[in-house]
Protein backbone atom coordinates (compact mmCIF):
# COMPACT_ATOMS: atom_id res chain seq x y z
CA UNK A 1 0.00 0.00 0.00
CA UNK A 2 2.71 2.32 0.92
CA UNK A 3 4.54 1.53 -2.38
CA UNK A 4 1.43 2.55 -4.31
CA UNK A 5 0.86 5.56 -2.37
CA UNK A 6 4.32 6.47 -3.54
CA UNK A 7 4.37 5.69 -6.83
CA UNK A 8 0.81 7.30 -7.86
CA UNK A 9 0.59 10.20 -9.87
CA UNK A 10 -2.24 12.90 -9.11
CA UNK A 11 -3.14 15.96 -11.65
CA UNK A 12 -5.58 19.01 -11.60
CA UNK A 13 -7.26 20.45 -14.81
CA UNK A 14 -9.09 23.94 -13.91
CA UNK A 15 -11.59 25.31 -15.92
CA UNK A 16 -12.63 28.29 -14.11
CA UNK A 17 -15.08 27.04 -11.56
CA UNK A 18 -15.09 23.57 -13.16
CA UNK A 19 -12.41 20.85 -12.69
CA UNK A 20 -11.12 17.65 -13.12
CA UNK A 21 -9.00 15.36 -10.89
CA UNK A 22 -7.07 12.44 -12.65
CA UNK A 23 -4.06 10.12 -12.41
CA UNK A 24 -3.02 6.75 -12.44
CA UNK A 25 -1.73 4.26 -9.52
CA UNK A 26 0.47 0.93 -9.72
CA UNK A 27 -1.68 -2.49 -8.39
CA UNK A 28 0.67 -4.95 -9.92
CA UNK A 29 3.86 -4.69 -11.84
CA UNK A 30 2.89 -3.65 -14.79
CA UNK A 31 -0.74 -2.46 -14.05
CA UNK A 32 -2.16 1.04 -13.38
CA UNK A 33 -5.16 1.56 -11.90
CA UNK A 34 -6.17 4.99 -14.67
CA UNK A 35 -8.84 7.06 -12.67
CA UNK A 36 -10.67 10.44 -13.20
CA UNK A 37 -13.31 12.31 -10.87
CA UNK A 38 -14.93 15.91 -12.27
CA UNK A 39 -17.75 18.59 -11.34
CA UNK A 40 -20.62 18.27 -13.74
CA UNK A 41 -19.78 21.51 -15.73
CA UNK A 42 -17.23 19.95 -17.55
CA UNK A 43 -19.29 18.29 -19.68
CA UNK A 44 -18.69 21.63 -21.86
CA UNK A 45 -14.87 21.08 -21.98
CA UNK A 46 -14.70 17.32 -23.62
CA UNK A 47 -12.35 18.36 -26.79
CA UNK A 48 -9.49 19.56 -24.76
CA UNK A 49 -9.93 16.95 -22.05
CA UNK A 50 -10.02 14.23 -24.54
CA UNK A 51 -7.10 15.62 -26.09
CA UNK A 52 -4.92 15.90 -22.82
CA UNK A 53 -6.46 12.90 -21.86
CA UNK A 54 -4.65 11.32 -24.50
CA UNK A 55 -1.34 12.25 -23.87
CA UNK A 56 -1.43 11.16 -20.35
CA UNK A 57 -2.54 7.55 -21.67
CA UNK A 58 0.08 7.17 -24.11
CA UNK A 59 2.37 8.78 -21.08
CA UNK A 60 1.60 6.48 -18.81
CA UNK A 61 1.51 3.06 -21.18
CA UNK A 62 5.20 3.59 -21.53
CA UNK A 63 5.06 2.57 -17.52
CA UNK A 64 2.69 0.31 -17.47
CA UNK A 65 1.78 -2.39 -19.75
CA UNK A 66 -1.99 -2.08 -18.92
CA UNK A 67 -4.44 0.45 -17.71
CA UNK A 68 -7.35 -0.24 -16.47
CA UNK A 69 -10.46 0.10 -14.04
CA UNK A 70 -14.31 0.18 -13.67
CA UNK A 71 -16.79 2.97 -14.58
CA UNK A 72 -20.02 2.86 -13.40
CA UNK A 73 -22.74 1.59 -15.82
CA UNK A 74 -24.52 4.40 -15.48
CA UNK A 75 -21.70 7.12 -16.31
CA UNK A 76 -22.71 7.69 -19.71
CA UNK A 77 -20.27 10.26 -20.23
CA UNK A 78 -17.22 8.63 -18.65
CA UNK A 79 -18.32 5.40 -20.98
CA UNK A 80 -18.33 7.42 -24.21
CA UNK A 81 -15.01 9.09 -23.61
CA UNK A 82 -13.51 5.97 -22.40
CA UNK A 83 -15.00 4.86 -25.61
CA UNK A 84 -13.27 7.90 -27.93
CA UNK A 85 -9.89 7.25 -25.88
CA UNK A 86 -9.74 3.69 -27.24
CA UNK A 87 -10.97 1.55 -24.22
CA UNK A 88 -12.06 -1.78 -24.21
CA UNK A 89 -14.40 -2.73 -21.99
CA UNK A 90 -14.44 -6.46 -20.66
CA UNK A 91 -17.12 -7.49 -18.30
CA UNK A 92 -19.71 -5.89 -15.69
CA UNK A 93 -20.79 -6.58 -12.29
CA UNK A 94 -22.09 -5.42 -9.39
CA UNK A 95 -19.91 -4.09 -6.48
CA UNK A 96 -21.97 -2.48 -4.15
CA UNK A 97 -25.09 -2.81 -5.30
CA UNK A 98 -23.71 -0.56 -8.78
CA UNK A 99 -23.26 -2.20 -11.56
CA UNK A 100 -19.95 -1.38 -13.23
CA UNK A 101 -18.15 -2.34 -16.15
CA UNK A 102 -14.18 -3.34 -16.13
CA UNK A 103 -11.99 -1.53 -18.77
CA UNK A 104 -8.73 -1.31 -20.14
CA UNK A 105 -6.06 1.03 -21.97
Known amino acids: MIR ?3 DSEAYVASFHTDCVLFGVAP ?13 DGIK ?9 A ?3 IAYWKTQYSLL ?5 DRNLLHLEWLW ?8 SEYRNGILVN ?3 L
Not at 68 to 72: F, K, P, R, S, T
Open 4 to 6: ALR
Open 68 to 72: ANYVE
Open 27 to 39: VEPGIGTIWMVCT
Open 102 to 104: LFY
Open 54 to 56: RHW
Open 44 to 52: GHAISILRE
Open 84 to 91: LLGAKFDR
